[in-house]
């Protein structure tokens, strides 16, 4: 640890990094504030570095992975770009330009204030990324190719049309199925019908939708079970005994409890019982270490 402690204090600051000269152009470029957030992110990844393989970035190491990463983070800012696949129409590409009669009429709009941010109906400040705020969470865009089941199947139904996605999709999402609405572009219709669609088949389904209070609560009791259903087939549980022969409804169906909760019931004898507790076991733990080596006052 001292050698290690000794490695990483040689790490340069993010202040004396950003002093280097050839960090300059890229602070006129993109503003010392997001080059400074670069910088700890490419610490960061060398101290992770460092924990792994024990040595540390050079400085021209350094420098170019920041210059890499800010190259990097430009290319999601929006910038003008040559469409060269042939399709007008082009929705990855901001679906077509915008005439000038079209860009006159937004350009005379955005000349004075707007509604951008506030509520019209209400009198009050608008509330983009409510949800996401009261979460305490992002959320993560998933591609089906790499979902699998450790991912929340959070299903979020943007507008009307969705339904056909879905039925082409829908069995490879895990299942309950939890489908978010929203208020906006026929949302919610969509959402009813992909629950029609589901429970015509047997599935399970809930759909979340209301104020941004009930939906940040309710996303995360439903995530919290979720995550505890992951851990349940990992666990094994001991049977001691068997119920007398009169009581004939209090047998337990092994099967159904591993199919229904993921628990495997494991049947253990009684002479295995006594013969494991007759042995004198020893459990390394780390607060059991703590007390042998600082010792204890017996007379508490």
Do not use: C
Not at 15 to 33: D, M, P, T, W
């Amino acid at each position: 640890n001292n050698k290690l402690n000794l490695l990483l204090s040689k790490i340069p600051s993010v202040e004396k990094i950003l002093q280097n000269k050839n960090l300059q152009f890229l602070i006129l470029k993109y503003s010392r504030k997001r080059l400074t957030q670069m910088v700890r992110k490419v610490i960061s990844e060398e101290k992770r570095n460092a924990y792994k393989n024990g040595r540390l970035y050079s400085s021209k190491e350094r420098i170019n992975k920041i210059k890499e990463y800010s190259e990097k983070e430009n290319l999601s800012f929006l910038q003008e770009t040559i469409n060269g696949s042939g399709v007008i129409l082009h929705t990855n590409l901001g679906r077509a330009p915008l005439g000038k009669e079209i860009f006159k009429t937004i350009q005379n709009s955005l000349q004075g204030y707007t509604n951008l941010e506030y509520d019209l109906a209400e009198g009050s400040r608008g509330k983009r990324g409510e949800i996401v705020g009261k979460l305490g969470e992002k959320f993560e865009n998933i591609n089906l190719e790499d979902f699998n089941k450790d991912y929340f199947p959070l299903i979020f139904i943007k507008s009307g049309g969705a339904e056909v996605k879905f039925k082409q999709i829908f069995k490879q999402i895990s299942r309950p199925y939890i489908v978010l609405s929203s208020s906006m572009h026929n949302s919610l219709g969509a959402s009813l019908e992909i629950a029609s669609f589901l429970k015509q088949k047997g599935k399970k389904v809930e759909i979340i939708h209301g104020d941004s209070d009930y939906i940040a609560k309710r996303i995360k009791e439903l995530r919290k079970i979720f995550q505890v259903k992951n851990k349940l087939p990992s666990v094994r549980l001991g049977v001691i005994g068997k119920p007398s022969d009169w009581l004939i409804a209090s047998d337990v169906d092994y099967k159904k409890v591993k199919e229904t909760l993921g628990i495997s019931l494991i049947d253990i004898e009684m002479d295995e019982l006594v013969k494991e507790i007759e042995q004198d076991h020893h459990f390394a733990h780390p607060k059991l270490n703590d007390i042998r080596e600082k010792g204890f006052d017996k007379r508490i």
